[in-house]
Each structure stands twice: as structure tokens, then as C-alpha cells.
């Protein structure tokens, strides 16, 4: 989210930050790992899987260095330029969204690839999906871009509410969407038996998908139905605190009023952002070859592997 107004307290407790920092670090860690068991395993070196990985490192990278700000820089944090403060604030959610975007395309390509006509024209399906999302990236991205230009002209003070409703509305438009995009992909998936080879080789089951799939679009849509209720001009009930307090929107409020307000605002982002991405990196972290294909190279025996191919030089799981 794009912080309105002094985003971190001053008076944040050193246990807190740590905290924060921690989880995301071992994120960061955890997936610079996979990268490199790639490397070492010898698979696909430049695959839908290697990219996701690299948004993900990124985007822990940069949730981790936010954090960081804590300790020494909060002032710092509060007025930076116009591109870093896009960068810390802005860029985290655009990934996370690209994150989406390139799950869907590979899931559908899997239904077309399951489907028996996608081998004699494969650009059919590609070309569609990769104008669609890429359309719906270029949209997210230039939304976010525009929003927190316009915010630092303001200079967090009297910002117009259409700026944040706009924001809003199109973010969590386009996330709810994707979701329901991929929830669908996966269902075809577990009723297609020939797609579930391809699941099957990946290490998982077609149950341990839908699981996380339903998991990633519940997480989705209530951060966008409660987003939309937070920045709602219809009144709601107070219940003793306000709604942007825990809403990922709640850097509509000064943060620094009280340590309660950090504390909420770190839960929102580990719920709503740090846990999805979880998921996902620990659904298709990289696998182990079976150990036939690393004691022989010479083997001719045809595989199909989901993302982490060892057979990475003859593969057709590309971003091609």
C-alpha cells in the first residue's frame, strides 16, 4: 500500500521490528536457497518457476529492507523521493501481483496442454494470455505509479479520496480476479487426468493444490472486500476502533499514534501478504530429481515435471 501519512512510530519496540524483520528475512533466505538447489540440481535455468522465484526474492528483499528503516531511519522512511518511496512502498504489491499473473498463465497452459490441441498450435493459447495479463499488469502497475506521484505532490497532507478509492478499487479489483482466475484453472486441473500427471511429477497432489489455491483466494478476496469497506463512504459501526486500523489501507492513519497501530498494520501485512506468498514458494519450491536421472544422463526415458524439469535443455516448460 502507498502510505499516505508518516507510515512508521518513531516508538516502535526493538522486539517488534525484529520480528517483522525476521520473518521476512528467512523468506528472502529460504528462497535464494531454491535458486541456487536449481543451479545445483540442473534444472531449467530460465523457466516460469525461476522468474517466479526471482519476484519473490525480490519482493522479500524489499519488505525486509522497509523494516529495516525501523531502527535508525524512520524519519528517513517518512519523506523519501518520489521513485524509492514507490519502490519500498509501491513495488512489493505490484510483484506480488506479477506473482499471480505468471501462476495463471502456467496453469492455464496446463489445461490447454491437457486439452490435446495445444501441441499443433501452441501460439493460439499463448499469445491470448500473455496480452491478457500482460494488460492487467500494465493497468496494476501504472495505477500504483500514478497514485504515489500524485501523493507526493501532496505531500501526505489533504489527499483527495478518490486518489485511495481509485487505488482501491482497481488493486483489489484486478487481485480478486486473478484469484478467481486461478481457483479456476485448478479446478479443471483436478478433473483433468492428464493434467494431473503433471502435478503428480511436481511432488504434490491435486488435493494439496486446490487447498492452497482456495487458501490464496480467500486471503485475496477478504483484503479486498475489507480494503473496500475501510475506504467506504458508507457509515459503519465503529466497534470500538476504527476500520482502517486493520485494513492494509491503514496508512490512511498516522502509524506513529501508537504502538497498537504498528503492531495491527505488521499483522495485516503478514496475513495478507507475507502468508500468500508463503504459500505459494512452499508449494513449488524446488523438488529433488529422482535418483535414476541424476546417477544416469544418458537416459532417454521422457518426464514431465511441472516447473523444475532436470531435462532442461530439451524442455518446452518455457516463457516462450
Given at each position: 500500500p502507498?502510505?499516505?501519512?508518516?507510515?512508521?512510530?518513531?516508538?516502535?519496540?526493538?522486539?517488534?521490528?525484529?520480528?517483522?524483520?525476521?520473518?521476512?528475512?528467512?523468506?528472502?533466505?529460504?528462497?535464494?536457497?531454491?535458486?541456487?538447489?536449481?543451479?545445483?540440481?540442473?534444472?531449467?535455468?530460465?523457466?516460469?518457476?525461476?522468474?517466479?522465484?526471482?519476484?519473490?526474492?525480490?519482493?522479500?528483499?524489499?519488505?525486509?529492507?522497509?523494516?529495516?528503516?525501523?531502527?535508525?531511519?524512520?524519519?528517513?522512511?517518512?519523506?523519501?523521493?518520489?521513485?524509492?518511496?514507490?519502490?519500498?512502498?509501491?513495488?512489493?504489491?505490484?510483484?506480488?501481483?506479477?506473482?499471480?499473473?505468471?501462476?495463471?498463465?502456467?496453469?492455464?497452459?496446463?489445461?490447454?496442454?491437457?486439452?490435446?490441441?495445444?501441441?499443433?498450435?501452441?501460439?493460439?493459447?499463448?499469445?491470448?494470455?500473455?496480452?491478457?495479463?500482460?494488460?492487467?499488469?500494465?493497468?496494476?502497475?501504472?495505477?500504483?505509479?500514478?497514485?504515489?506521484?500524485?501523493?507526493?505532490?501532496?505531500?501526505?497532507?489533504?489527499?483527495?479520496?478518490?486518489?485511495?478509492?481509485?487505488?482501491?478499487?482497481?488493486?483489489?479489483?484486478?487481485?480478486?480476479?486473478?484469484?478467481i482466475l486461478l481457483s479456476v484453472c485448478i479446478y479443471k486441473i483436478a478433473r483433468m487426468p492428464t493434467a494431473n500427471v503433471l502435478l503428480e511429477a511436481k511432488g504434490f497432489t491435486v488435493g494439496q493444490s486446490i487447498a492452497a489455491s482456495v487458501g490464496i483466494i480467500l486471503l485475496y478476496v477478504s483484503r479486498a472486500m475489507y480494503n473496500l469497506i475501510a475506504v467506504s463512504p458508507i457509515s459503519t459501526p465503529s466497534l470500538g476502533y476504527s476500520w482502517l486500523n486493520v485494513s492494509d489501507q491503514a496508512d490512511l492513519l498516522n502509524l506513529g499514534a501508537s504502538d497498537l497501530n504498528y503492531i495491527v498494520f505488521g499483522l495485516v501485512l503478514f496475513f495478507w501478504e507475507l502468508l500468500p506468498t508463503s504459500i505459494v514458494v512452499i508449494l513449488y519450491r524446488v523438488r529433488r530429481p529422482p535418483q535414476d536421472l541424476m546417477s544416469s544422463s544418458m537416459s532417454t526415458q521422457s518426464y514431465k515435471y511441472f516447473f523444475d524439469n532436470p531435462r532442461r535443455y530439451d524442455s518446452d516448460d518455457d516463457l516462450s
Open positions: 502507498i502510505p499516505v501519512g508518516p507510515s512508521y512510530l518513531p516508538k516502535a519496540t526493538f522486539g517488534l521490528t525484529v520480528a517483522y524483520i525476521v520473518l521476512y528475512a528467512l523468506l528472502f533466505l529460504f528462497i535464494y536457497a531454491q535458486l541456487w538447489l536449481i543451479l545445483y540440481y540442473k534444472h531449467k535455468r530460465l523457466s516460469y518457476q525461476t522468474v517466479f522465484l526471482f519476484l519473490c526474492l525480490f519482493w522479500s528483499g524489499l519488505r525486509t529492507t522497509l523494516f529495516s528503516f525501523y531502527f535508525q531511519n524512520c524519519v528517513l522512511a517518512n519523506n523519501l523521493s518520489t521513485f524509492p518511496y514507490w519502490l519500498l512502498y509501491c513495488c512489493p504489491v505490484c510483484l506480488q501481483f506479477i506473482t499471480l499473473c505468471l501462476l495463471n498463465m502456467y496453469f492455464a497452459q496446463v489445461v490447454f496442454k491437457a486439452k490435446g490441441k495445444y501441441a499443433s498450435n501452441p501460439s493460439r493459447y499463448k499469445r491470448p494470455l500473455k496480452i491478457t495479463f500482460g494488460v492487467a499488469v500494465l493497468i496494476f502497475v501504472a495505477t500504483n505509479i500514478t497514485c504515489a506521484v500524485l501523493i507526493r505532490q501532496y505531500n501526505g497532507q489533504d489527499i483527495p479520496e478518490a486518489i485511495i478509492v481509485g487505488r482501491v478499487i482497481i488493486n483489489d479489483s484486478l487481485f480478486v480476479i486473478s484469484a
